[in-house]
């Protein structure tokens, strides 16, 4: 091959020509505003787990040893099973009742539009205050549940909601899917609107009961849209703080405390940045496998448009 | 198989009637079609049969049995929708099993029945496609597989053809016929296009605004509309009207044209209107027509003129040399035309 130096272009002119390096230049600003406020600051949490950082003083590199530290922490080891204790419950009772509420809004009924808003409201006000409420709901002394149970003769004393552990840990719970449900039923409401009434009104021909309906026709075609909500509703539990943090800040003794709170607590308050740090970045892998999950789930079934 | 009565059928929306009051015989294995203008209530009566509709008020039999409070399962029907309604989820094959699986027949036995009905239908290469890997024909024919699978007393269509293209409905109007030869199951057909209704039907209903306007073989209504709704309707190009009445022994258009009065034909004194199918018309003669278009189609020549003051269509067998503005004469076959009340519609007896 005949060495032509030339005639060849300039660096510049060839990227500028070839496909790839006009496609790399066009992405640099998306790229630079990634790297810039998305990977830094993921990056430098990570870093910091590796830290002995704490408030007012930079750290040194310590290798594992926050993750040593937590490894034989039992504090830790009761957040991670909250946490999860916490997602599994919230989600599954969200899914269930989400559908549930979404089924039930895709009839035909009187006042829908005014109900379909209706349902939207926890959603719509703002955390701290539905958590403040919340918080009232299970006051020890003045919980309208623990009155009205009371009234009817059911308790002699007022149940201790946010005291007890495992009392706490249902109160949460309750908080969680109250304010998630909105998400998961008018997603899934939107979804139940995609599948045309037809295919309904054909299975009742072909001699379907409405639970054969439910099963075999609405269900198998609301699973693309159930994957995505289920991700976006296990992700949004299982980072979960606000809720958390203005109920119980975590007690009665840990028995709340999630690996957000946890992580915040012993960053913040605790001043130990680099330990709270090593609970966060504990936190990936189990976010990892939730996407991943999600990925398979969120695949094109073979029935799908646009799935080869 | 089974037999179809309706009697007297209303249904209403709220406070709207838009059925008022309908009654269809059909019988056992008949071929019927429901015709009509959009809006008349076709699909809405196919939908009160298949029970996904209310019925407000009178009876639906299929056999002898009153079906108005059953639901669809347990009519024994099946329905092939406009849209198909296939399951997009389900193969071809799942889709045309799915009523048999319901009822917990064997995949054996599911499969004995699946693949000679798509042998019938020429689905057989298509089982494990999903439906939006097919054609709009071959969903067309998955649908009807599907009814097929199901041997049903009755079947129901709901304009399956309308979303073909021209040739292909041709195509499918032959083979749904064809089926139901073969197979001779009682079918109920809605379509609003009449030349489908002609030549598929053995009986023919023609339905407008809610009502039955006419039951009968499609040569029937072609030969003795029973009013001018339907002498308009079936037919084409449509019969061509002419408003007038008669006088001395024949019909003087309000052009002042007359017009050979049919055999038998009483002179009635109130206004009439004189109904004359396009191939009624034939060169020769001695009425005046005044030719506006000519669109020759090479079998024959569709002429648009003016005759008697009213623009008429004349479907001629012969080739035309004479272009716009010039006047041919015609002749009218009297056996052919029809008298009608200009007030009521209704066909004068002849
Ligand atoms: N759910 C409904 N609520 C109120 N009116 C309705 C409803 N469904 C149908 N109608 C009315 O009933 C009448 C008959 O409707 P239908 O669908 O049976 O017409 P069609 O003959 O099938 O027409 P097309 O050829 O356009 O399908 C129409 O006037 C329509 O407006
Ligand atoms: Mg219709």
Redesign the pocket.
């Known amino acids: 091959m005949p060495d032509q130096p030339a005639s060849r272009p300039s660096l510049w002119r060839r990227i500028a020509e070839s496909r790839n390096g006009l496609g790399f230049l066009f992405m640099l600003p998306a790229a630079v505003f990634l790297l810039c406020f998305l990977t830094y600051p993921l990056g430098l949490g990570v870093w910091l787990g590796f830290t002995d950082t704490r408030i007012g003083r930079p750290g040194e590199f310590i290798g594992l040893e926050n993750y040593q530290w937590l490894n034989d922490d039992p504090v830790f080891w009761l957040s991670v099973f909250n946490t999860l204790f916490y997602t599994t419950i919230a989600s599954v009772l969200k899914f269930g009742l989400g559908l549930w509420l979404a089924l039930l809004l895709n009839r035909h009924l009187p006042a829908k539009n005014f109900f379909r808003a209706i349902i939207l409201l926890p959603w719509v006000v703002p955390t701290v205050l539905s958590a403040l409420a919340f918080w009232w709901i299970f006051d020890s002394q003045f919980s309208i549940i623990s009155w009205l149970l009371m009234k009817w003769g059911l308790i002699s004393q007022p149940i201790n909601f946010l005291g007890d552990p495992w009392t706490a840990r249902w109160s949460v719970i309750a908080a969680n899917v109250w304010r998630g449900i909105p998400f998961v039923a008018i997603s899934l409401l939107a979804g139940l609107q995609t599948i045309p009434q037809s295919l309904n009104e054909a299975a009742a021909i072909d001699g379907a009961t409405p639970w054969q309906r439910f099963t075999k026709v609405t269900l198998p075609l609301l699973t693309p849209i159930i994957a995505v909500v289920m991700t976006f509703s296990v992700l949004f539990t299982f980072t979960d703080f606000q809720l958390i943090y203005v109920l119980t800040r975590g007690g009665p003794v840990n028995a709340t405390h999630l690996m957000a709170t946890l992580s915040f607590q012993r960053a913040i308050p605790g001043g130990q940045l680099g330990e709270g740090a090593a609970i966060a970045v504990a936190m990936i892998p189990f976010l990892l496998a939730a996407i991943l999950f999600s990925f398979f789930g969120l695949q094109r079934r073979k029935w799908q448009q646009g799935a080869d | 198989m089974a037999s179809v009565t309706i009697r007297d059928v209303r249904k209403s929306?709220g406070a709207?009637e838009?059925m008022h009051g309908v009654s269809v015989d059909i019988d056992e294995g008949e071929f019927v079609v429901l015709v009509?203008p959009?809006?008349?209530?076709?699909?809405?009566?196919l939908r009160m049969l298949a029970g996904l509709e209310h019925i407000t008020a009178g009876q639906i039999l299929i056999g002898d049995k009153v079906v108005n409070d059953l639901p669809p399962k347990e009519r024994d029907i099946a329905m092939v929708f406009q849209n198909y309604a296939l399951y997009p989820h389900l193969t071809v094959a799942e889709n045309m099993g799915f009523s048999l699986k319901l009822k917990g027949v064997s995949r054996h036995e599911i499969e004995q029945k699946v693949t000679p009905a798509a042998e019938i239908l020429g689905l057989a290469h298509l089982l494990d496609r999903y439906p939006r890997q097919l054609s709009g024909g071959q969903r067309q024919r998955v649908a009807m597989g599907r009814a097929i699978v199901r041997d049903p007393q009755v079947f129901l269509f709901d304009?399956p053809l309308s979303n073909l293209d021209a040739k292909l409905r041709v195509t499918m109007r032959t083979e749904i016929k064809n089926l139901h030869h073969r197979l001779q199951t009682t079918t109920v057909y809605?379509t609003?296009d009449q030349i489908e209704a002609m030549t598929m039907a053995d009986k023919i209903v023609v339905?407008h605004d809610?009502r039955v306007e006419q039951i009968g073989a499609p040569l029937e209504l072609y030969d003795r509309p029973a009013n001018l709704f339907v002498a308009g309707f079936i037919g084409s190009p449509a019969m061509n009207m002419i408003a007038g009445r008669i006088e001395g022994g024949a019909f003087v258009s309000e052009g002042g044209q007359r017009l050979p009065l049919p055999p038998g034909a009483h002179a009635g004194s109130g206004k009439l209107i004189y109904g004359a199918r396009p191939e009624a018309i034939t060169l020769g003669g001695d009425i005046p027509l005044t030719i506006l278009v000519t669109e020759p189609t090479g079998a024959e020549t569709h002429v648009v003129g003016q005759l008697g003051g009213t623009q008429v269509t004349c479907v001629f067998r012969e080739r035309l040399t004479a272009g716009p503005g010039e006047i041919v004469n015609v002749a009218i076959d009297a056996a052919a035309v029809h008298l009608f009340d200009a007030e009521s519609g209704v066909r004068l007896s002849n």
Do not use: I, N
């Open positions: 929306y709207v838009v009509g959009s809006g008349c209530g076709k699909s809405t009566l304009e809605v609003h339905m809610g």
